[in-house]
């Protein structure tokens, strides 16, 4: 299972890389756009999940799974809401 993973890993890995602009010239044509676009397009969604867990509000997520361990902790006692 591990190596699996491993393996998936070094794989995602490599094809992220071979999509930096360092490889321009080293790309088959056919998967030029395709591999830079990924590069991109990972590198988008590394910046914008780092934006997202700035904006998260401790107090409110503490809030939220606080009411959320009661409603289930009712419905499980069989109080019921």
Known sequence: ???SVLAAFV???CV???GH???DGYRPVPLDRP???FHADVNLVA???KERFRQIDPERAKRQVKDFAQ???GEL?????
């Open 35 to 37: 591999l830079q676009s």
């Open 71 to 73: 409603r289930v902790g």
């Open 77 to 81: 006692s069989g109080s019921g809401p």
């Open 16 to 18: 992220y890389l071979y």
């Open 21 to 23: 602009p360092v490889f």
């Open 1 to 3: 299972m591990w190596r």
């Open 47 to 49: 910046r914008t999940g």
């Open 11 to 13: 794989l995602f890995l």
